[in-house]
């Protein structure tokens, strides 16, 4: 019983401190976002600001057009999001229902592909790019989003799929249900907390994407957030650290909300698939 105790204690301390690793950053982020320059500059920093202000999200607000940038990355990542998981999803359902040379080729390339590094295809990229004249453009960008999230995408749901029972499906066609209405009707039910947290995880990704949005976008009219969160940063290296605080706490919001509305949907849709009637 002790023993039990213990180790139960011991998983609970462990992933308290997990916590605390991973909440830190955005702790002393919102803590330095409403400190004064003075505090900021002191020898002593402290976790609570002695005197909060609002004065660096208004000069963040007004040194950069955050909204604009915002808006730029919401339509490039939401856009990779919904297209990476409308192409993942077929294909993901026939990787996992058919064992062929051509779906083990597949799965191969899902997993190669996560293995380049992104200085190795941006050359190639932008070439394709220019030549198709999309540099500068927020569709070139989304699209780049779209054929970096695909492997990913597709390598989470492949999993979900396999996770789906064949017999499912079996019992469907027994009842009279033909492919397509047990693929509606039956399977893209099942499978919807799967593709829940893939658009998730493919919207993530990109709204925090920095180097391609980096590359490829030239006009400030079209940089996306994370690119603009550089202009905080002078020339000699220094940073505006109060508004730079204040605006990246603002660039974190949206992921957090979108997490914090969706996960509860991933999980319910979850144990209702696991509840069998």
């Known amino acids: 019983m002790r023993t039990r105790t213990g180790t139960r204690i011991g998983q609970y301390a462990a992933l308290l401190a997990y916590l605390v690793f991973l909440a830190f950053p955005l702790l002393w982020l919102l803590s330095t976002a409403f400190k004064s320059p003075r505090e ?66 597949a799965t191969g390339w899902v997993v190669v592909s996560q293995a380049f590094p992104l200085v190795l295809v941006i050359i190639p990229l932008f070439l394709v790019l220019k ?28 999993g979900y799929v396999r996770a789906v029972p064949a017999e499912v499906e079996e019992a469907a066609a027994v009842d009279g249900a033909g492919r397509l209405r047990t693929l509606v009707s039956v399977v893209a039910p099942l499978l919807a907390p799967g593709i829940t947290a893939t658009g998730l995880f493919a919207f ?59 996960q509860r949907r991933i999980t319910g849709g979850m144990l209702t698939g696991a509840v069998k009637n």
């Open 40 to 105: 900021l500059g002191s020898l002593h920093p402290t976790w609570i600001p002695r005197h909060p202000t609002l004065d660096n999200f208004r000069q963040a607000f007004d040194e950069q057009p955050l909204l604009h940038a915002a808006l730029n990355s919401l339509l490039a990542a939401a856009g990779a999001a919904v297209i990476a998981v409308l192409i993942a999803t077929p294909l993901a359902y026939v990787i996992a229902r058919r064992r062929t040379p051509l779906t083990r080729a």
């Open 131 to 158: 030549n198709l004249r999309l540099i500068d453009s927020l569709f070139g960008l989304t699209l780049v989003y779209v054929v970096w999230a695909l492997p990913f995408a597709l390598w989470m749901l492949v």
């Open 204 to 262: 993530v990704t990109a709204w925090n994407e920095f180097f391609f949005a980096l590359v490829l976008l030239k006009t400030a009219e079209k940089q996306t957030l994370p690119v603009v969160l550089t202009h905080f940063i002078g020339a000699e290296g220094v940073a505006d650290l109060g508004p730079l605080a204040a605006a990246a706490f603002l660039a974190t919001l949206p992921s957090l909300v979108v997490f914090a509305v969706i």
